[in-house]
């Protein structure tokens, strides 16, 4: 296995380069087999023989987490992982998140060789979320939400993820405060389920959501939605675009540029798959949810929807860091009307102090032309 890893940076008795060897240390990092990895060259005189200490990780895992903030309160996170890094044996891991949005899923997979696995997931959560309708008046949704998923996708790797699949998603409405929420054109669904194709590559090194010292992430994901109920529902395709960078301009500051776009392909989409945006955190609610600075909240947009923003992080004393935020978002009903569609504009100020163990602690001060008022915003922790 080791051979394969590491064989497209180093081959046996050719020469080598120190960035070979670093390039093979992380690949051999990036299982997350192991706790720490070293390397020495034996030897008075060439040719040396290259040696790799390899420290495993424990087999299991178990987390707690915590944060807070004025959106969601508290929450509390609790995960347990049974032979998590262990390549060719079943895993299993199961979370529980405590809270005004508790949820508790079940993550299975079993190894079909070194690299590739096969996996079953199954989440079930409830959502009480407040999220801004037409003319901006601010409406309540309470639903429960269960997904299930079965999906090939690659193993063991920290930084890389792609998953192929199904997905049958099934929502129960509670309450909710406003207009129709299930499907554009039809009444109010107590219920709704539907049934979808999947794809999902993720590439993702950033340490650190937070407080990133530098790197690049990326994700592509495909959706085709297939079969569903109410009756009339017919089938769509979702695509969905995420990228950020962190780069260095000094040893204290920070550039980070990011793009989030997606676009739904059909005359009639369901609007729980509708394109959300606000918000500091992509995902926060719903998967697709892309995020806005200069809104706490959440608000519908139309079928192609994408967000340009730009950070510039100062660290001020040790673990204290200012942030001046700023995006732009366009959208539109038809792709042909891109580049003439409606527009928004926000920005924010934010002051973070990184508190050991417990994470970052944010004040956030924001504006945005769509709700044309400065808002605020505290959290306590690391997002999950």
Same mark, same amino acid.
Do not use: W
């Given at each position: 296995m080791l051979r394969k890893v590491i064989g497209s940076q180093i081959k046996e008795k050719t020469c080598i380069q120190g960035t070979a060897i670093?390039?093979?240390?992380?690949?051999?990092?990036?299982?997350?087999?192991?706790?720490?990895?070293?390397?020495?060259?034996?030897?008075?005189?060439?040719?040396?023989?290259?040696?790799?200490?390899?420290?495993?990780?424990? &087999?299991? /895992?178990?987390?707690?987490?915590?944060?807070? =903030?004025? @959106?969601?309160?508290?929450?509390?996170?609790?995960? #347990? *992982?049974?032979?998590?890094?262990?390549?060719?044996?079943?895993?299993?891991?199961?979370?529980?998140?405590?809270?005004?949005?508790?949820?508790?899923?079940?993550?299975?997979?079993?190894?079909?060789?070194?690299?590739?696995?096969?996996?079953?997931?199954?989440?079930?959560?409830?959502?009480?979320?407040?999220?801004?309708?037409?003319?901006?008046?601010?409406?309540?949704?309470?639903?429960?939400?269960?997904?299930?998923?079965?999906?090939?996708?690659?193993?063991?790797?920290?930084?890389?993820?792609?998953?192929?699949?199904?997905?049958?998603?099934?929502?129960?409405?509670?309450?909710?405060?406003?207009?129709?929420?299930?499907?554009?054109?039809?009444?109010?669904? &107590?219920? /709704?389920?539907f049934l979808d194709a999947y794809? =999902?590559? @993720?590439?993702?090194?950033?340490?650190?959501?937070? #407080? *990133?010292?530098?790197?690049?992430?990326?994700?592509?994901k495909g959706d085709f939605y297939f079969l569903g109920s109410p009756s009339d529902f017919g089938y769509f395709l979702a695509t969905q675009l995420n990228a950020k960078g962190v780069f260095n301009i000094t040893k204290t500051t920070k550039l980070s540029p990011a793009i989030y776009h997606r676009s739904l392909f059909s005359q009639q989409v369901p609007a729980i798959y509708g394109n959300v945006m606000g918000g500091c955190y992509e995902s926060r609610y719903v998967d697709h949810q892309l995020p806005f600075i200069g809104m706490n909240y959440a608000d519908f947009f139309d079928k192609n929807l994408s967000v340009f923003r730009l950070d510039i992080r100062q660290k001020l004393f040790e673990r204290q860091y200012v942030t001046l935020m700023a995006n732009y978002a366009s959208h539109c009903h038809d792709i042909k009307e891109y580049f003439y569609g409606s527009s928004l504009f926000g920005v924010g100020l934010s002051y973070t102090y990184d508190i050991p163990v417990v994470g970052p602690a944010t004040v956030l001060m924001q504006w945005s032309s769509h709700t044309k008022a400065v808002s605020w915003m505290f959290s306590l922790g690391f997002f999950f």
């Open positions: 670093r390039d093979a240390v992380s690949s051999l990092y990036s299982t997350s087999m192991f706790e720490t990895v070293d390397y020495q060259l034996l030897g008075s005189e060439e040719p040396y023989d290259l040696v790799f200490y390899l420290k495993p990780n424990s &087999s299991h /895992s178990l987390s707690l987490g915590a944060r807070f =903030d004025l @959106e969601e309160f508290a929450q509390v996170l609790l995960n #347990l *992982t049974l032979n998590r890094y262990r390549l060719y044996t079943p895993k299993i891991s199961t979370s529980v998140i405590l809270g005004l949005n508790p949820s508790i899923d079940i993550d299975m997979s079993y190894p079909m060789g070194t690299l590739t696995k096969i996996a079953l997931y199954d989440c079930f959560s409830g959502n009480n979320y407040r999220m801004f309708g037409q003319n901006s008046v601010l409406r309540d949704i309470n639903f429960n939400y269960n997904t299930l998923k079965i999906f090939l996708a690659t193993s063991s790797f920290k930084t890389f993820n792609m998953e192929l699949g199904a997905r049958m998603d099934n929502f129960f409405i509670k309450s909710f405060t406003g207009q129709e929420v299930l499907y554009t054109g039809s009444k109010t669904m &107590s219920s /709704s389920n794809v =999902d590559v @993720e590439f993702n090194p950033l340490n650190n959501s937070d #407080l *990133t010292q530098n790197g690049f992430t990326t994700r592509l």
